[in-house]
């Protein structure tokens, strides 16, 4: 929801080193799926870290760094509320719930792998994820809608490692300056 | 001594993170050419099973890579895993985030942005597909697949509801095939 008046004034301009750690701590542990979603409710609708703009400008300059777009958010955004040790708990809050459910999956499905309905049910997530995250991929095209030069630079970014299987180091870096320049003409356009 | 796999876990991972745009889905294909094809450190099924295992967990899907660590050298392989593929990306992201709170209004910034976009946007497009391919071995999982897409695209609900009941639908065919 937008409104005229000002968001600021609505936006903590502290946050404790704690509650960066617990907040983020919840989000790893909600984030089932892509953690984005989660990381938006809790930081804006719950606690007002932040306004919905500058939670978007920091996942959108994420999003183009190497690294999941959340986990840079999370450097980010602990830098601003508490510098270097606020970056720190960021990332031990988002990684340790995760990784504690991770490994005990892990250490269950070694167990029970003979089971054909525990087999049936990883496969069927398997097969879920993927399909999550073509969906999210077609999602994200259909709201960015990129102009005819950069919708090419995608496409050889797909044919080239989702159809050839190329590997991924050279495709980027001849790809970055493309789309770079793509933008520049878009622009000049 | 430092074992020569926690040194090769390291390297690998540590590149991987900086050519991570697009986070853990993008380079999927990537993670899987270099723990299969050139480490051969597990079969492609052993991948596909830890593939599985890391997405039925919430946080970062670059846990996948903490779990092969794990996989490969237990609690230490666990340990350089995860902070081969964090510390990298991270500090980029660290000096990015200063560079470009200070700068934000340059025309280079903004170009540099939308010049990332489409390659990003491909690539996790690519992973998609990939990850099918690796995922679905018959008519229903890649139904299972097709039908989860569709629910993402056209539904703002969690997808945890897709999931559940993918997974329900592939565990009741065992009794009815």
Known sequence: MTNQQDPADDVRHTVSKSELFLGFLKIGLLGFGGIAPWARHVIIEERRWLTDKEFAAILGIGQILPGPNTMNAAVMIGDRFQGVPGVLLCLLGQMAMPLVIVTSLASIYQHFATIPEVKAAVVGAAAGAAGLVLGTALKMARKIRLAPRALVVAAMAFVAIGLLAWPLVPVVAALVPLGIAAAALERRA | ?177
């Open chain 2, 1 to 177: 001594m430092i074992p020569d796999m926690l040194i090769d876990i390291a390297r690998v991972f540590a590149i991987l993170s900086l050519v991570s745009i697009g986070g853990a889905n993008a380079v999927l294909p990537e993670i899987r050419r270099q723990v299969v094809d050139v480490q051969g450190w597990m079969s492609d099924a052993s991948f596909t099973n830890l593939f599985a295992i890391s997405n039925a967990a919430p946080g970062p899907n670059i846990i996948l890579v903490s779990l092969i660590g794990w996989q490969l050298a237990g609690l230490a392989g666990l340990a350089v895993a995860t902070l081969a593929i964090m510390i990298p990306s991270c500090s980029l992201a660290f000096l990015a985030g200063r560079v470009v709170s200070r700068w934000s209004d340059k025309r280079w910034v903004t170009l540099l942005k939308q010049g990332l976009v489409p390659v990003a946007l491909g690539l996790i497009l690519a992973s998609g597909v990939s990850m099918m391919r690796t995922a679905d071995h018959d008519a229903l999982t890649t139904a299972i697949s097709v039908a989860t897409a569709v629910f993402v695209v056209f539904s703002s609900r969690n997808p945890l509801w897709a999931i559940a009941t993918g997974t329900g639908v592939n565990i009741a065919a065992l009794h009815f095939s």
